[in-house]
């Protein structure tokens, strides 16, 4: 077995793992190696994807299959007013499009 010695440790880290070793039972060694176990395990030895696991937990039950739902058909798209359209886009364009009635004086 390896020796491990970490230097210039914060005091306030040090009575985290005091207290969290205390309340699993453990001695601060033992504490601190299963958190550097628990850390680099999950790094060297990538679990199943999330889709994997999902199928793992159901595949128990079954397969099913759903059936297709019908649709209807897509309609066409509306057709523009032209005249309307060109007073639109004239009136986004700040033109005129037709001329401004005369005013009685």
Request: glycine fraction near 4%; charged fraction near 30%.
């Amino acid at each position: 077995m390896a020796t491990l010695t970490i230097r210039d440790l914060d005091d306030a880290l040090k009575q985290s793992l005091r207290i969290r070793a205390a309340h699993r039972n453990r001695s601060m060694e033992e504490e601190a190696r299963q958190i550097l176990r628990a850390a680099l395990t999950d790094v060297s030895t990538p679990g199943p994807d999330l889709a994997q696991r999902i199928r793992a937990r159901f595949s128990g039950l079954g397969d099913i299959t759903l059936p297709m739902a019908e649709r209807e058909p897509v309609r066409p798209p509306p057709t523009p007013d032209l005249p309307a359209a060109r007073t639109v886009v004239a009136r986004a364009l700040g033109k005129r499009s037709r001329p401004a009635p005369k005013r009685k004086a």
